[in-house]
Structures are given as structure tokens and as C-alpha cells.
């Protein structure tokens, strides 16, 4: 039988790497934290719901991305470029027939801060706070990160486009993405001076792992869990070992002559920061995870690739040249056919690295269920057809079950209704109370019918 300690809600595990900076790594939720059906905290107050936006850039092609049918479960399939969404499925809603009501004044800008905040663009940027930060004023409260954690996997847009920036608290007001995976690390283990006059080495991180730092105090709080959350703690650790060994390879250059050797020259493959490549994007992922798992942060969003990306897709076979221009517009010189296959391949490689994240997010336990169960987020892109700029059928998917909130596995297809309607029943699904969302061509005052569970 596996005992049960109750436990205080945060635990951060705490050690002393060698240079005299102290390092905290925050705990998943275990069992012991939660009351005797796991459904609320033990010391009172309900379990936070986490909410994330990820987008890709360039849209999708409307017959390949549609499922060809609607319903849930077995009723439906996942369309050719969703597939490599088939082991998340059960979490996964698909909305499809939704427009983009504001004008299009803008490419790759007007429809894509409709479809994060309702509203028309402003001066390139939004008019509204986009939903994540509407979010993250609900649940964000006593977190490390209240406003919430953004990343960036691309950052190269064309010069129409929202930029590289998908989260807004307000007009002029954006939460720029971390492209670093290494920045980002850094920034979750919490590395603090521990003492007047004392300068931790600014490499540390990299030659002192923090897991091992922290063993001791690991080792003691063990000792007061049972199995099911002495099994979940391991697993904790072993993850973020694996995840700082994989960047120490990816960012430390070799010291081979005692001078630091630039990582971009002497590691050319592994893919400067802003470009695109799965790895990164999958290192991103497990930083993500792992601050939602230990409640540093209840709220992200995740740029794959920007509004308007010229970004190149060589990391899934296709040529060196702009993803925007070449495949998205049609315009490589091989000719329109090869050109559309291209994109279809980029978009399905899209959906592998959403994938990545999800199945990251299903394969975490968190109270009864895992983090998926206990998430929403929101995927979205900044034009449904890249060639024609069209806004009509846009791609709108929401995975996770928001804590029963959201139904899942299922297709709801709404011919011509407005793309609000998704973001608005989100909100109420994390607990707003809003009576409305959006602003003049963008406002609903009702949310999708059967989304929500």
C-alpha cells in the first residue's frame, strides 16, 4: 500500500553548486499536496487549470486540414495534415468553418490578432489583450510567472506581419518570446548570489548539474512520501538531468585550447537560436512542462513559426529558401505542384512539433489525471490559405480538458460563424465570467456550441 503524507502545496528542493550560488527546483504536484480524491489541494482551494496559446505561421490548405467528418470519438478522423495528432486525439477538438470577420487591412496581422483577441490590429499590434494574458489575470496570482512564460522557436516574419511577438497585455504592450532554450533553463532553476561579494561563475549551470546539487535535500523529502509520489519525484529529476545534459550538448562549445569556442561555428547543425528546428522546439517543450508541472507558471504561449514565417523548413527535408514565399505563396521555381507539396509537408511538420508538446503535457501526472486533462490550449495560425491571404475556414484546434471542462475528441464544424466564439468559450471554461469578447467586427457575445463539456 502506498502511504500518504500530506504536503504543503509548493516545495522547492534546495542546494549549493560548487562557487557559492544556490540553486531551488520546484516539485510536480504529488498526491500527498491533494485532498483523498485528488481533486482539490489539502489545505483547500481548487486545483489550477494551466492555458496555453500555440501558434504556427503561413495557415494550412483548408481540404487537407478539414476532417471529413464531424462528431466525437469514433464518429470522426483526423484529417492527412492533423495526423500526427493521433496519440493526443482523445484531447483533441477541432473546429473548423469559422471566419475571420475583421478586414483584412493588414496580411498576416489583422486576422491573426482576431483570432488571439477579437479585435482588429492597432498600430501592429493588438487593440486587446490577446487571450493568454486575459487568462493569466484569473490564475495567475502567486505564481513565479503570473504573466506567464513565452517562447519562440522561429523569428523571422515578413515585414507585413504581427512580428515575433503572439501574447499582448494590452495595446503596445507585448510579452516577447524566449528563443534561447539555455536563457530559459537558466531562468527556471533559479540561480541566486548567496552572499554578499560572492559572483557565481556565469557557466555554472553548465558545469555543476543542479539535479545533483540538490540530492540531499531530494533524499530527505523522499523519505516522507509514499510510492505513487516517490515515483513521480524520480521522474521529475531524472527528466530535468536529461533536459540540461541534452542543451549542455546542444550550447557548450568544447575546450579544446582554454579559449571558449563559438557554438554557432564550431556546432553549426544544432541550429541557431530563431531558427527552426524540432530539437529546439522539443527542448522548449520539456521547459514548458516542467514549469507547469511545478506550478512556476499557469500560462504560455509558444510561437513555432511566426506570422508570415520566412523561416526555412530544412529540418523536414525541404529546401533552404523562405517557408512564406516559396512553399506558402506558391512561388518556387520548380512550379506550383511541388511548391504545394512543400507546404504540406511543412504543415504536417508543424503538427509533428505541436504534437511533441502534447504528448509531453499527456505523459506528466498531474492530480488524478495528467497535465493535459488539467489544460487548454489554443492553436491557432495567421491566415487560413497563404496564397490568398483568406480568412475564411480557419484553423482553430483546442487540446487538453481544462479539468473537465472541454469534451475532447471531437470535430465541430460551424460554416461561416465567427473565429471569437473559440476563444470566448475558452475563457468561460477557465472560470471568466465575461459576457462578451472581441470589439466591432471581432465581438461575440456567445462561444461554440459543444465545446465545452
Request: net charge neutral; charged share 15%.
Amino acid at each position: 500500500m502506498s502511504r500518504r503524507t500530506v504536503l504543503p502545496r509548493r516545495i522547492f528542493l534546495r542546494g549549493m553548486l560548487v562557487g557559492g550560488a544556490s540553486v531551488a527546483v520546484p516539485v510536480p504536484r504529488l498526491i500527498g499536496m491533494l485532498n483523498d480524491s485528488g481533486t482539490t489541494y489539502a489545505a483547500g482551494g481548487a486545483l489550477p487549470i494551466r492555458f496555453g496559446t500555440w501558434f504556427f505561421g503561413n495557415g494550412i490548405i483548408p481540404n487537407r486540414w478539414v476532417p471529413s467528418a464531424t462528431g466525437s470519438g469514433s464518429a470522426w478522423t483526423l484529417s492527412e495534415q492533423l495526423s500526427p495528432l493521433e496519440a493526443v486525439k482523445p484531447w483533441v477538438s477541432v473546429i473548423t468553418g469559422l471566419n475571420i470577420m475583421v478586414p483584412n487591412s493588414a496580411p498576416h496581422t489583422s486576422m491573426p490578432a482576431a483570432a488571439l483577441s477579437g479585435a482588429q490590429v492597432g498600430g501592429n499590434s493588438t487593440q486587446l489583450p490577446t487571450i493568454d494574458q486575459l487568462v493569466a489575470k484569473m490564475t495567475g496570482t502567486g505564481t513565479t510567472f503570473p504573466n506567464g512564460l513565452h517562447v519562440g522557436v522561429s523569428n523571422v516574419s515578413g515585414a507585413t506581419s504581427l512580428g515575433t511577438s503572439i501574447s499582448y497585455t494590452g495595446p503596445s504592450a507585448p510579452n516577447p518570446p524566449e528563443f534561447s532554450p539555455a536563457a530559459l533553463f537558466k531562468k527556471l532553476v533559479q540561480f541566486v548570489n548567496t552572499g554578499p561579494g560572492t559572483t557565481p561563475d556565469p557557466e555554472l549551470s553548465y558545469r555543476d548539474l543542479v539535479v545533483d546539487a540538490v540530492l540531499a535535500d531530494a533524499k530527505t523529502l523522499r523519505g516522507r512520501l509514499g510510492a505513487d509520489d516517490q515515483a513521480r519525484l524520480d521522474m521529475h529529476l531524472d527528466g530535468l538531468n536529461q533536459l540540461q545534459r541534452q542543451i549542455m550538448q546542444a550550447e557548450m562549445p568544447k575546450m579544446t585550447t582554454g579559449t571558449l569556442t563559438d557554438p554557432d561555428k564550431a556546432y553549426p547543425n544544432r541550429g541557431a537560436d530563431g531558427s527552426i528546428s524540432r530539437q529546439r522546439g522539443q527542448a522548449f517543450s520539456d521547459l514548458l512542462v516542467f514549469a507547469m508541472a511545478s506550478d512556476l507558471t499557469r500560462v504560455f504561449s509558444y510561437m513555432f513559426s511566426c506570422p508570415a514565417s520566412h523561416g526555412t523548413y530544412v529540418d523536414c527535408g525541404l529546401e533552404p529558401s523562405t517557408f512564406h514565399e516559396d512553399y506558402g505563396h506558391r512561388l518556387s521555381p520548380k512550379g506550383v505542384a511541388y511548391a504545394t507539396a512543400g507546404f504540406d509537408i511543412g504543415v504536417k511538420y508543424a503538427m509533428s512539433n505541436l504534437a511533441d508538446t502534447l504528448v509531453r503535457m499527456k505523459n506528466t501526472p498531474d492530480g488524478p489525471g495528467n497535465l493535459l486533462d488539467n489544460s487548454c490550449v489554443y492553436v491557432t495560425s495567421c491566415v487560413s490559405e497563404s496564397p490568398t491571404h483568406s480568412g475564411i475556414d480557419y484553423p482553430i484546434l483546442v487540446a487538453g480538458k481544462a479539468g473537465g471542462k472541454i469534451q475532447g475528441d471531437q470535430h465541430i464544424r460551424l460554416v461561416g460563424d465567427n473565429v471569437s466564439k473559440a476563444p470566448f468559450s475558452l475563457l468561460t471554461a477557465m472560470g471568466g465570467t465575461q459576457t462578451s469578447f472581441g470589439k466591432a467586427e471581432g465581438l461575440v457575445t456567445s462561444g461554440v456550441p459543444g465545446l465545452l463539456a
